[in-house]
């Protein structure tokens, strides 16, 4: 079991690395650890633009989410770093979108279904919820309960 959800931490990073278009060296081991690195050192407008790029989002929608706005990032070079709370709100961003692709095998699907109203979420859409924290939290649990067949 520990060793399964460590192969899907690693799975997980490798995608997340890739669609930030992280170039820095990425140290293997504890996962989590090495996003608390990602963050710190803060992305850069490349990041930004290549989960745009894989997500099919748009950069005003991206930019909603990670609370900077749309002529901030349309202003900033690709290599201007954005702020470590906006680095942290994509790579989590990035990490729910691996969670979604994983289980609906489609961007085109997941992504509809994040902005359809969901029941289980007080028929809030799920892409409204994952502005906070919070709310990607209860999107990603959500997926959990998709993927084991519980349905509140």
């Known amino acids: 079991m520990v060793l399964e959800n460590e192969l899907e931490l690693t799975k997980e990073r ?4 890739k669609w930030l278009n992280i170039k ?23 990041s ?13 929608q991206v930019a909603r989410l990670i609370h900077i706005s749309e002529r901030t990032l349309q202003r ?4 201007k770093k954005i702020d470590i709370n906006a680095s942290e709100k994509l790579l989590e961003l990035a990490r729910l979108f691996f ?19 969901n029941q ?25 309960r998709i993927e084991y067949g519980v349905f509140s």
Do not use: A, C
């Not at 969670?99 to 109203?117: A, C, D, H, M, Q």
């Not at 289980?120 to 959990?144: A, F, H, Y």
């Open 99 to 117: 969670t979604g692709l994983e289980l609906f095998k489609s961007k085109t699907k997941f992504v509809l279904w994040l902005n359809r109203p």
């Open 48 to 60: 930004v633009n290549s989960f745009i790029e894989h997500s099919r989002l748009s950069k005003k």
């Open 24 to 46: 820095q060296p990425i140290k293997r081991g504890n996962t989590k650890f090495t996003y608390i690195n990602i963050i710190q050192n803060r992305l850069d407008g490349k």
């Open 14 to 17: 490798d995608s997340v690395v």
């Open 120 to 144: 289980s979420l007080q028929n809030i859409k799920p892409m409204e919820l994952i502005e906070t924290n919070i709310g990607v939290e209860l999107v990603l649990d959500e997926l959990v």
């Open 76 to 79: 900033n070079t690709p290599e």
